[in-house]
C-alpha cells in the first residue's frame, strides 16, 4: 500500500506511542464498562452524559486536538484535509453532547444545540471546501495521494465501525443492544482517533 510519506522521525515516535496509548485504553474503558454493566448492574454506564458517552467526547476532542495539530504542522502544505476531520471530530462532539440537559448558561445551550450548532459547523466546513477549492489542482492530488494511505483506511474502518453501532441500536432483538451500540461506538471514536495519529507524522508536501 502506497502511504503519506514518513516526514518527522520525532513525531512519529511520539504517534507509536499515542497509539498504544489509545488502545490500552480503548481495552481498559470497555473492560470497566462491561464489568459496570454486567457483574454491577450498572446500567446507568451507557445511558446519556454518563462513562461511555464521556469516554466518547474525550477521544473526539483528543482527534480535533490531533488533526488540528496536524493542520498546523510546518510541513502540512495541504492543510484543509486535517483540518476537515478536526471539524469532523467536533461534529461528532456535537452530536455526543446533549448541552441542552448540561447545567450551563442559556447562551451556551444557544449555541451548541439546534440552529446554533448547524451554522457553526456549516461555517467550518464551508470554510474548509472554500480553503480547498481555491487551490484544486493542488488538493485534487493530494487527496488521490490521501486515498492511497492507511490514514484513510483507518477512517473508512472507523465509518464502519460507526454504522454497525447504529445498526446495533436500531436492533432491539439484541441482549443489552444499547450498551453493545455505545461500547462500538466508543470503538469507532478510537478508530477514528488511530486515523489522527497515524497522520500526524506524515503530512503531505507535495
Known amino acids: 500500500m502506497n502511504n503519506l510519506s514518513l516526514k518527522n522521525p520525532k513525531l512519529f515516535a511520539i504517534s507509536t506511542l ?37 469516554m466518547q467526547v474525550a477521544v473526539c476532542t483528543l482527534a480535533c486536538a490531533v488533526f488540528l495539530a496536524g493542520a498546523l ?10 483540518m476537515f476531520f478536526a471539524a469532523l471530530a467536533f461534529a461528532f462532539i456535537f452530536r455526543e453532547v446533549d ?13 451548541c444545540s439546534g440552529k446554533g450548532r448547524n451554522i457553526i459547523m456549516a461555517v467550518l466546513f464551508v470554510s474548509v471546501f472554500t480553503g480547498a477549492f481555491l487551490k484544486f489542482k493542488f488538493y485534487f492530488g493530494a487527496v488521490l495521494k490521501f486515498l492511497r494511505s492507511k490514514v484513510f483506511v483507518w477512517g473508512v474502518l472507523a465509518a464502519l465501525v460507526l454504522v ?31 486515523s489522527a495519529i497515524v497522520y500526524l ?5 507535495e
Open 164 to 194: 454497525a453501532s447504529d445498526i446495533v441500536e436500531r436492533s432491539t432483538s439484541i441482549p443489552n443492544h444499547e450498551f453493545w451500540e455505545e461500547a462500538i461506538e466508543l470503538a469507532g471514536y478510537a478508530f477514528f482517533l488511530i
Open 18 to 54: 499515542l497509539n498504544a496509548i489509545t488502545w490500552a485504553g480503548l481495552l481498559v474503558c470497555i473492560a470497566y464498562a462491561s464489568y459496570e454493566m454486567f457483574y454491577l448492574k450498572n446500567e446507568l454506564i451507557h445511558t446519556e452524559n454518563y462513562f461511555i458517552e464521556n
Open 201 to 205: 507524522p506524515r503530512p503531505i508536501k
Open 99 to 111: 448541552f441542552e440537559r448540561l447545567d450551563v448558561p442559556e447562551f451556551v445551550k444557544t449555541l
Open 73 to 82: 504542522s510546518n510541513g502540512e502544505k495541504a492543510k484543509m484535509i486535517p
